[in-house]
């Protein structure tokens, strides 16, 4: 295999409000065509989470073949997911609000549902399992720079 493409975003700041059980994006689609049924494609994504005490979360990918998703955590748009609770910021003398979650893997045409030649948008997902309320992805921490990032590197035969 070989490097073919690389698609890539900073994410922004963005705040997120509403209920538990539910699955937000966030950053802009990355806009990814196929070339060949063999392609392999290394998923990078990274952002500075800010949540509340007690929130347990997840992230995800989500594939498409157009700019338009749907809340639910278990929707089969959702191709890699955490699942709801692959992270949780604590509670008590435990808790951190301020976490760092990743994505980090090798993906398949297959586990992507994808197919050569078709235009698929694909985007960051944050899932919230509880609680209900406020998070932030993207968050800038002072003095940060270049940190919070969606790449998606094509590799083909």
Not at 9 to 25: D, F, K, Q
Not at 76 to 97: A, L, P, Q
Request: proline share 1%; glycine share 12%; with cysteine.
């Amino acid at each position: 295999y070989s490097f073919k493409q690389l698609y890539t975003n900073n994410l922004s700041a963005e705040t997120h409000t509403g209920t538990a059980n539910n699955a937000y994006v966030f950053g802009t689609a990355l806009q990814i065509t196929p070339a060949a049924s063999t392609d392999i494609f290394d998923v990078r994504l990274q952002t500075a989470f800010e949540g509340s005490g007690s929130t347990y979360c997840g992230l995800a990918i989500g594939v498409h073949t157009s700019d338009s998703w749907e809340s639910t955590t278990n929707s089969s748009r959702i191709k890699i997911s955490s699942g709801e609770y692959g992270f949780g910021m604590g509670s008590g003398h435990d808790s951190d609000r301020y976490q760092v979650l990743q994505i980090n893997q090798f993906a398949t045409m297959a586990e992507l549902g994808m197919s050569a030649g078709t235009l698929y948008y694909v985007r960051p997902i944050g899932l919230i399992h509880s609680q209900a309320g406020q998070f932030r992805t993207g968050f800038v921490t002072s003095h940060g720079t270049n940190f919070n990032r969606f790449q998606i590197m094509r590799l083909g035969v």
